[in-house]
């Protein structure tokens, strides 16, 4: 019984081929329209080095903001970021790789009380005691990178 539910199993991409293709085993018709191949390519992305910038992380239960923004994007773990506006401009995209290999992408949606110069506040979304063990990890100082 097993082996003829795998054979049926097999033989449906076979059945599905052969109708999908539109000829039924007859010859093209002549309206039969070719399609090109589909070509997929990466976006390139241009990086480039701001330096090295202190990190540090926020919770929402810390200050009472939640996950409200200076942007009005909703806070997310490890994905949203604080900075100051006039060295990372609000929206960019910043890629930062740390002592553990781990990287991450953050999107800049918010301004914190106290980020100035070269600083990013990193959004947790945990208990103050996982994001230092995030942090000590992770490490604190890094060169940032935007991504454009």
Sequence with gaps: MIKKAISAVMAIPLAIGFCTAGHH???????????????YQQ???VK????????TFYTPY????????????????LNTCAVDPS????????RITGNNGKVLTLKAVDCGGGIKGQM??????GSQKEGYAF???FGEIHNVYIVR
């Design 25 to 39: 085993g007859k010859e093209p018709s002549t309206n039969h329209i070719e399609r090109p191949a589909i070509v």
């Design 48 to 55: 480039e080095n701001l330096g090295k910038f202190r990190l």
């Design 135 to 137: 942090m000590a990890e």
């Design 43 to 45: 976006k390139s992305e």
């Design 120 to 125: 990013i506040d990193i959004f947790f979304d």
């Design 62 to 77: 810390e200050d009472g903001w939640g996950y409200q923004t200076a942007t009005g994007v909703r806070s997310e773990h």
């Design 87 to 94: 060295v990372i401009p609000y929206g960019s995209t910043v």
